[in-house]
C-alpha cells in the first residue's frame, strides 16, 4: 500500500477502518431518525495536518520547546511536521484557542479509527446546538464509541473514535514509527522557526 500525504485532511467516511466506518454510519443514520443531521469533516488526517491544529493558539517558545524534546527523543518525524507546522503558523498573526492536545501520532485520526462531524441547520453547520450534539453523543455511546464530549480538560462534542483510551503506542519513538510507515515525509523540507 502506498503510503498518504503527511498534509492529508479527508472527509472520506471510506478511509475510516471498516469496523469503525460501519458504526458511524449508524450513528449518522440514528441520529437523522432523530431529526439530527451530521456531517462528517475530518475523517483520516495526516500528521502535518495534526501538528497545524496542535500549533495553533500555543506561543513560538512553546512550539520550539515541544520540537526540541522530539529531537531529543530521535522522533524526527513528528519533529519534522512540527517544525513545519510552527513555521507556517507563526507567519500569520494568530489569536487562535488551542485546537487539540493531541501531538502529531497520538490522535486516533491518524489511524481510520476516529471522526469530527458537525450538526448541520438548514444547511449551514451549527456549532453551538448543544442538544443536537447531546443525541450525537448519546448514540455514539450506545454503540460502545467514546465520544470527545467525555473528554477530560478538552471537551470535543464534534469528535468521536472507537472505545480506545489512551495514546495509539507506548512511547513517542514508537508514534513517531507507526506515523513514518504510514505517511509519506519525502517532500518536507527541514525548517526552523
Known amino acids: 500500500m502506498p503510503k498518504l500525504p503527511v498534509d492529508l485532511n479527508s472527509r472520506d467516511i471510506d478511509l475510516l ?7 458511524v454510519l449508524q450513528v449518522i443514520s440514528a441520529c437523522a431518525k432523530r431529526k439530527v443531521k451530521l456531517v462528517p469533516y475530518s475523517t483520516l ?21 515541544v520540537i526540541e524534546h522530539f529531537r531529543q ?3 524526527p518525524n513528528i519533529q519534522k511536521v512540527l517544525s513545519l507546522a510552527g513555521a507556517q ?5 494568530t489569536n487562535s484557542a488551542i485546537k487539540t492536545k493531541s501531538i502529531p501520532g497520538e490522535s486516533w485520526h491518524h489511524y ?13 453547520p451549527d456549532w453551538h446546538n448543544l ?20 473528554f477530560k480538560g478538552f471537551i470535543e462534542p464534534v469528535h468521536i473514535q472507537l472505545s480506545r483510551l489512551g495514546k495509539p503506542a507506548k512511547s513517542f519513538y514508537e508514534l513517531d514509527r507507526l506515523l513514518g510507515e504510514k505517511f509519506s515525509y519525502d517532500f518536507i523540507p527541514t525548517v526552523s522557526i
Do not use: H, N
Request: include cysteine.
Open 17 to 23: 477502518i471498516p469496523e469503525f466506518r460501519e458504526k
Open 45 to 65: 488526517r495526516g500528521p502535518l495536518t495534526q501538528a497545524q491544529f496542535w500549533c495553533e493558539g500555543r506561543s513560538k517558545q512553546q512550539i520550539l520547546d
Open 131 to 150: 442538544p443536537a450534539y447531546a443525541i450525537y453523543t448519546e448514540e455514539a455511546e450506545r454503540l460502545g464509541l467514546t465520544s470527545g464530549a467525555r
Open 112 to 124: 481510520g479509527e476516529a471522526v469530527d462531524m458537525y450538526v448541520e441547520v438548514k444547511g449551514k
Open 89 to 93: 503558523i507563526k507567519k500569520k498573526p
Open 73 to 75: 527523543l530521535s522522533c
